[in-house]
């Protein structure tokens, strides 16, 4: 069996590595479009600043410069260049570029300020005089489009140009510029014009007909008039701007199909641009760099003669993707003996998917100019993204483990009446607990079909004497196998009143028992559960925590239903590597075992998960038993159910903390790999969201800087906003396939189950990120008492949830209709210009806002009083459901 499920995964790994260099292959197949021009170009724009040059700093080219890059012009036949302004070094290109036979269409640039207009236009003027490669002068650009000058005062500029050189004189601006006002034309000698089909959002196969559409509507709107295309190109690198998609394959198709296009109609035109610009990133955001035929670096973009591919070198980028999966599928294989085939291939989509798209990102954002910000922001989300990706393949394991395995290699293990039988001592701790519910679990114990037992009740702490002194009584009515203290005071919380059970434990007493002061146990418990040490390496036996009154609310079927999963999936698939989580109810310890470690933690909150922890450190094993032999109270309120996931999430990480060494270091060999992997695989998920909690203040910020500067901050980039995406969607699927095939749940429990989790979020991301500042915290215990439901306490138990959610919609909706390419604005605004990369924005803070939704929805629900029928059934039938899983499983 195990040789075939071998050569099963070594298939898979085949099979989908096959695949995967196959889509590589697709994606890259070359494109079939007309080459480069033999005689070269016959115009380029021409901004020379190199990286780190900026002209609104005063950094510019050194006159060596200029000169290295109009020889690699000239050697690339380009005929002509066209410059934007005449100041500093910039006034030499004319003669440089003369020097090497290039003709120059010169820019004059103006602005605002008059005396730097005068400084250009006198510097033209001189120049066109002098320079005998000024062919033609084009007097500011898209000066009207940016609203620095008004049509009137441009003239004026123009005329006093015409009037002193004797080279045709025009202005850029785009095309649509020119048919607003047609007076310009009156004033120019030919038409230089802008057509940019990119920033039009014009998908690139629409792109030369849509330049011929505009070359033909001026042409009728001025007849007669001479055009020259002073700006057309695309640029490699940008957000998408609609149907228009930056690459370097895009760049590379547009020019080549533009250049067929210019020759067949006679175009005159002028490349945008020579050379990547990286300082147009703070005037024309991202996309602004990356418009050169050569980038910053004056390397070639891409070919200029062979087939074009979307990649260039994929072949090497497909390999690292499929070396990376090969190497995570061999480990998940080699660990997961017993998956079938389809277990396995569930595992190889995730994992390939993974790895392509990890090594995507990464050469993505390496062919980016980054700045020291950019590249640390870069680095941050890289991390994160690796994170998220950590997060999605655990959680795949966890999928094909659970549903997917041929069988169970530790078998359950259920003892029967006459086996083995050591005495045993069951420890209740309890503080500020209802007497009557106290009273029905001491009742229930008292029917415990066991031969020699005894029961200690720890009250700690416990101010009010009339709860106290019931139990005390109840306990001596009981006999004396029922003992009773009061302690009071006793540090420690709940782990001291184990401790202080401990020493009070008789003497021949073999095993510890512990349940909750709400748990009614079955009266089979010890007889069945016991005998499993019979194997003298077992130390903890540990039930599933089950409750009684799940049928009294929506909310607690709704708590219910989320309880469940982690006992009916991470247990199960844990328990194959002897790495479950202890629970301080329905557990048994060995107490030989216990007292060898140390006792119980009373440092820590979660005491029960870190003793097991540590009760694995020391050698020993654990078996779990996934059928439920008790039964407690479900919170009361979602405050208090809040409490209790911010306690397990904040334990756990004072467990990572103290138990670092054991679980992170190669070299320490107390934890079998299997136990470590469990541990952290089973922590990265409230780590997550940790995580996506400042991922969702830094959304909150970010979206509010673009609205208050939309030209200038740009949405997170697509690579980046699409796994927050992915990772929901992911775990929505895997939760909603376990639900129904492993717990038994019907549609409605797994998308109750599915909102109760979503509720938590917050909670457990602000546990872990207050564990990086704070050591310690108050052992919060979960009330029993019946509680009142009111308005006020909605709001306060989900406050600072409803001001996230507040906030993340607002600021969805303000991108969505605020902003003028928003992609519900509608007041004038062309729909192709609004912005893809702004949409899915959009739709990641508004999947960010789900976790607090659910929550205030969870506390609303909590606060009435809905009925669990809601859910279709009562609890008892998800019970059944999920035990009839766990017997299928123990006979596997």
Known sequence: ??????????????????????LWAWINRPADDPGWPERG???????????????AHNTFPTIAELESDLRLLSAASIAAVRTYSTLHTLAHIPRLAGEHQIKVTLGAWLGEDPKTNDAEIANAIELAATQPSVIRLIVGNETLLRGDL????????????????RQPVSTAEPWHVWLDHPELAEHVDYLAVHILPYWEGISLDRAMTYIVERMQELQSAFPGKHIVIAEVGWPSDGRMREAAVASTSNQSLFLRRFLRLARQEGYLYYIVEAFDQPWKVRTEGTAGAYWGLYDVKREPKFTFVEPIVRVPGWRTLAAISVSIAALLLGLFFVHSKTLSTRGRSLLAVVVYSAATALVLVIYDYSQKYLTIASALIGLALILGMLFVIAVVLAEAHEWAEAHFATSRRRAFARGSHGELAPKVSIHVPAHDEPPAMLIETLNALARLEYPDFEVIVIDNNTADEAKWRPVEAHCAHLGPRFRFFHVSPLAGFKAGALNFALQQTAADAQIIAVIDSDYKVEPHWLKDLVPAFGHEGTAIVQAPQDYRDANESLFKAMCYAEYRGFFQIGMVTRNERNAIIQHGTMTLVRREALEKVGGWAEWCITEDAELGLRMFEHGYEAQ???ESYGRGLIPETFLDYKKQRFRWAFGAMQMLRAHARALLSPSDTRLTRGQRYHFIAGWLPWIADGLNLLFNFGAIAWSVAMLVAPHRIEPPLVMFSLFPVAMFTFRLVKLAHLYVSRVGANIRETFAAAVAGLALAHTIGTAVLKSLFVRSQPFLRTPKDKAQRTLGGIVGAARQESIMLVALLTCAYGL?????????????????????????????????????????????????????????????????????????????
């Open 816 to 892: 969505t209709y605020s902003l003028p390419f928003g992609p519900g604005r509608s007041l004038g605004i062309p729909e192709e210009l609004r912005a893809p990369d702004l949409s899915l924005w959009v739709a990641v803070l508004l999947i960010q806002s789900l976790p607090y939704a659910a929550a205030v929805l969870v506390s609303s629900i909590g606060a009435s009083s809905l009925s669990a029928r809601w859910l279709g059934r009562d609890a008892s039938s998800l019970r059944l459901a999920a035990q009839d899983v766990g017997k299928t499983d123990a006979r596997r």
């Open 1 to 22: 069996m195990l040789a075939s499920l071998k050569v099963s995964g070594a298939l898979v790994a085949i099979v989908f590595a096959a695949i995967t260099f196959g």
């Open 41 to 55: 170009l016959q115009g380029v724009t021409f901004s020379p600043f190199r990286e780190g040059q900026d002209p």
């Open 150 to 165: 008004d049509v009137r005062t441009l003239i004026a500029y123009l005329e006093r140009v015409r009037s002193e050189v």
């Open 624 to 626: 779990y038993i996934p």
